[in-house]
């Protein structure tokens, strides 16, 4: 089997995963599947931070196919054990995304809505960074970037970042503080905001 085709058996299960298999659970447990779509009226920051998310998964399901279709690789990643460590980094970085996911509980969402009210989640997983799901996102793009390295596996990595930290910084974050105010300053001081002890506030 190609590395284009592991590597998109794994975007595959990432994506039914990721969305798939937890938006089920919420709905199974809520009756709601979790996804927020930008309402009329939202921010724009909000429509940009859901289109670079958009943009990223589209570029990195093209980075395997261009891989198939015989794209080139940048020759310095282009090695057998830099495929098996992006192989095992994306790999780590699904799991570690279900599981984030499901430490979430009832209060896992994709996007905001200002209406709601959801608990403040802080134990477990949370308790080390404010944003593992992100975390794990980005450990999978980086990890799936390792094994079709192309110029599209690397603009989806770029735009993801992008994306993410658009959306954790000027959407969530604010909407977090509006809602939970002096427990959610506390988790700011305490917690990094993507990997332990950096980005608190």
């Given at each position: 089997?190609?590395?284009?085709?592991?590597?998109?058996?794994?975007?595959?299960?990432?994506?039914?995963?990721?969305?798939?298999?937890?938006?089920?659970?919420?709905?199974?447990?809520?009756?709601?599947?979790?996804?927020?779509?930008?309402?009329?009226?939202?921010?724009?920051?909000?429509?940009?931070?859901?289109?670079?998310?958009?943009?990223?998964?589209?570029?990195?399901?093209?980075?395997?196919?261009?891989?198939?279709?015989?794209?080139?690789?940048?020759?310095?990643?282009?090695?057998?054990?830099?495929?098996?460590?992006?192989?095992?980094?994306?790999?780590?970085g699904i799991a570690l995304?279900?599981?984030?996911?499901?430490?979430?509980?009832?209060?896992?969402?994709?996007?905001?809505?200002?209406?709601?009210?959801t608990d403040l989640v802080?134990?477990?997983?949370?308790?080390?960074?404010?944003?593992?799901?992100?975390?794990?996102?980005?450990?999978?793009?980086?990890?799936?970037?390792?094994?079709?390295?192309?110029?599209?596996?690397?603009?989806?990595?770029?735009?993801?970042?992008?994306?993410?930290?658009?959306?954790?910084?000027?959407?969530?974050?604010?909407?977090?503080?509006?809602?939970?105010?002096?427990?959610?300053?506390?988790?700011?001081?305490?917690?990094?905001?993507?990997?332990?002890?950096?980005?608190?506030?």
């Amino acid at each position: 089997m190609t590395r284009g085709a592991v590597a998109l058996g794994l975007e595959i299960l990432f994506f039914a995963i990721a969305f798939g298999v937890r938006s089920y659970v919420q709905w199974r447990r809520t009756g709601s599947t979790g996804f927020i779509r930008p309402r009329p009226g939202a921010p724009a920051i909000e429509l940009v931070a859901s289109s670079l998310f958009v943009l990223a998964i589209v570029l990195l399901a093209a980075g395997p196919i261009a891989d198939l279709v015989g794209a080139a690789r940048f020759d310095a990643l282009d090695t057998a054990p830099v495929a098996i460590a992006g192989f095992v980094i994306a790999a780590a970085g699904i799991a570690l995304t279900l599981g984030a996911q499901m430490s979430m509980g009832d209060s896992w969402r994709i996007g905001v809505d200002p209406t709601e009210h959801t608990d403040l989640v802080t134990t477990g997983i949370f308790g080390i960074v404010r944003n593992p799901i992100f975390t794990a996102m980005m450990l999978a793009s980086v990890g799936l970037a390792l094994l079709v390295p192309n110029w599209w596996s690397l603009a989806a990595v770029v735009v993801l970042l992008v994306g993410l930290e658009v959306q954790v910084r000027r959407v969530e974050e604010p909407y977090l503080q509006s809602k939970h105010g002096p427990a959610y300053e506390q988790y700011l001081h305490t917690t990094g905001r993507f990997l332990p002890r950096l980005g608190t506030h």
